[in-house]
């Protein structure tokens, strides 16, 4: 074996690296290591050779932790986590393609809580814009429970609004919006739809057990005391002013992606990697994954497809 750096001829075999067991040398000249040469992970093999990507990504649409995944694939942690951002980055771009000309009757808006690096009690302003709270807001159609658009983001107006266009971008007709009672919903959603919306809030008043009474039941759900709903603009069907189903979907993410699991070290560290593990779920919620009610995917169900899409074959569509 030829050293790579001063190309002496003379050298011995210095163990291997990774759980790949590639062969290392060590060079007696300069006495630097390296590795025998052998194909690496790239962007281009993860989509040619998909068996080796699905069995990871797999792991992680159903919860798996990075170190988790590397211990039933065998694959590094490093590799796991480029993999994440391409496969993120290809979900993104096929969402962005797919969900378009969408035509829901009762879209249902929520805001979901989740953080990076640290949450907002402990971030300094040396931390930068990316740490701390990020908040995915999410919609969903209430009859074929598709998610056409989400935004990880802080809780701002102008983020609100941003969101709310982008929806009103991939929907055409006249559709109803029930959101919950974050106050920015109610100026942004006729700037956003203007006059082509009918548009309620749904505010639910919660007790104080498991808040105030004592510091061990302060994770215990707080009773639901009432529900207030009010109707913003248009003529909204009272029987559909509802968050229901985004409000179960929220527990779907909370369960299916393990960066959002509460009280655990599983959070994510970099903003990238959160929205690649955010897009790569609902890729496959939409796509890949047969909802237990309609018993086929929300695709599906929309019409955006007729079968249910492998993870192979979502690498390959974007």
């Known amino acids: 074996m030829t050293c790579r750096k001063c190309q002496h001829d003379n050298c011995k075999k210095f163990g291997y690296f990774g759980k790949r067991r590639i062969q290392r040398w060590r060079c007696t000249a300069c006495n630097s290591t390296f590795c025998e040469p052998h194909d690496k992970l790239t962007r281009d093999t993860f989509v040619s050779r998909p068996s080796a990507a699905a069995q990871a990504l797999t792991c992680l649409v159903e919860g798996c932790s990075i170190r988790t995944t590397e211990r039933l694939t065998g694959l590094n942690r490093n590799t796991i986590m480029r993999l994440l951002v391409v496969a993120g980055d290809q979900s993104a771009r096929l969402l962005d393609a797919r969900m378009r000309n969408l035509r829901p009757r009762y879209l249902q808006i929520d805001e979901i809580w989740s953080f990076v690096g640290k949450k907002n009690m402990r971030a300094r302003k040396a931390d930068g814009a990316e740490i701390g709270d990020q908040w995915i807001f999410v919609a969903i159609d209430a009859d074929t429970k598709l998610i056409p658009t989400f935004r990880i983001c802080k809780r701002l ?50 007790g104080d057990f498991g808040q105030t009474e004592s510091p ?13 709903s009010k109707v913003r603009s248009g003529d909204p069907d009272p029987d559909h002013i509802s968050t229901s189903f985004v409000e179960r979907s929220n527990l779907t993410m909370r369960m299916q992606i393990r960066r959002l699991t509460r009280l655990t070290n599983a959070f994510s560290k970099k903003l990238a990697h959160h929205k690649a593990a955010v897009a790569l779920h609902f890729a496959y919620y939409n796509f890949c994954r047969v909802h237990s009610t309609l018993r086929v995917t929300p695709a599906m169900e929309a019409g955006l497809t007729d079968h249910v899409w492998t993870i192979a074959e979502l690498l390959r569509a974007a």
């Not at 007709?173 to 100026?187: C, P, S």
């Not at 994770?219 to 009432?226: E, R």
Request: proline letters at 5%.
């Open 157 to 206: 107006y102008h983020e609100t609004y941003n969101f709310l266009n982008d929806l009103y971008t991939r929907i055409e007709g006249r559709t109803q919006l029930t959101t919950d009672g974050f106050g920015h919903y109610i100026n942004a959603v006729p700037e956003a739809f203007g006059t082509d919306v009918d548009f309620a809030q749904l505010k639910k008043l919660f």
């Open 216 to 228: 061990d039941r302060r994770y215990s759900p707080s009773p639901i005391k009432g529900v207030i």
